[in-house]
């Protein structure tokens, strides 16, 4: 029977997270929510961490983080490294994720994931303009202004849906709050 129990709250999550998914896809261009799956693939790592909701603010930081590391890759593979060629992105992004990982490493499970997920949908969000920006380059800089803003909103969102919705339902934060 509490099998079940766990079934039924994981089916809910399930519903309510496909009944947010939809609305966020269908609105996030109106309301700035660039790199839209930046929102899902927050709300699966915080449910993947277990919903504990004394995570969240190292994971937001670690989001912000990868973000803004995303902001600076894509900064030096088009504006400082030959623009266009796949190794000043390789190289900027290598370069970036290891100072990632090592300003992680005193909160690694917490921070490291959220900033490997901030960096790639800051990457995933400026690079679908990417015939835009090598056509016009005068956009850059506004394109990746709106990125920025739209990414770092969607994983806030997602962790917030998480915080809000799979922390109650999976029953952890009293788990957290006996700790």
Aim: hydrophobic content about 60%; some cysteine; aromatic content about 12%.
């Amino acid at each position: 029977m509490e099998r079940l129990k766990g079934y039924q709250k994981s089916l809910i999550l399930a519903v309510v997270l496909a009944v947010v998914a939809f609305f966020w896809i269908w609105v996030y261009r109106y309301i700035g929510g660039d790199g839209y799956w930046a929102a899902l693939v927050a709300f699966a790592v915080y449910v993947a961490s277990g919903s504990v909701p004394r995570k969240l603010p190292w994971m937001v930081l670690g989001g912000v983080l990868g973000v803004l590391l995303g902001v600076i890759t894509f900064y030096l593979s088009m504006l400082v490294l030959p623009m266009n060629a796949t190794i000043s992105v390789a190289l900027a992004g290598g370069i970036l994720i290891l100072i990632g990982s090592l300003v992680s490493v005193p909160r690694m499970k917490d921070m490291f994931p959220m900033t490997i997920v901030g960096w790639g949908c800051m990457m995933g969000a400026v690079l679908h303009y990417d015939y835009l920006l090598s056509t016009y380059v005068v956009w850059a800089i506004p394109k990746l202004i709106t990125a920025l803003c739209g990414t770092l909103l969607s994983l806030i969102v997602g962790l917030l849906l998480g915080a809000l919705v799979a922390t109650p339902l999976l029953g952890t934060a009293k788990t957290a709050a006996l700790e």
